[in-house]
């Protein structure tokens, strides 16, 4: 998706562009991470692909580097936040059902405490 195919309105895209200032905690050239405004536990981490994919639901094989790229750098600020011994979990909601805000492919990274199980 080139930079004309952008949603004008996605708040992840505008986060990747710079059009919006953000703390990076990690930053690779196709992914970064930030922390969630509404965290769910003591670490709530988000990492974001910089190039627009709506959700998991729409990745394709020529997307594998990017997603090579998240798991990366979910394991790095996890060692960062100081939970990558610990353990944390990695979730990727697809569609509102599911809880997904901003339709912008995004993981989770959460921990900082025992985590029950999910569903």
């Given at each position: ?10 708040l ?81 909601n ?26």
């Open positions: 998706m080139t930079a004309s195919e952008r949603p004008a309105d996605c992840f895209c505008a986060m990747a562009t710079g059009a919006m200032e953000v703390t990076k905690l990690v930053s690779r050239d196709d992914v970064f991470v930030i922390r969630d405004i509404n965290p769910r536990a003591p670490v709530h981490l988000l990492v974001i692909p910089t190039r627009h994919i709506p959700t998991a639901a729409d990745v394709t094989d020529a997307d594998g580097p990017v997603l090579a790229q998240m798991f990366q750098a979910a394991r790095e600020a996890a060692v960062q936040e100081g939970i990558g011994e610990r353990g944390y979990r990695l979730a990727i697809v569609g509102s059902d599911a809880g997904m805000v901003i339709r912008h492919l995004h993981m989770h990274v959460l921990g900082g405490r025992r985590l029950a199980a999910e569903g």
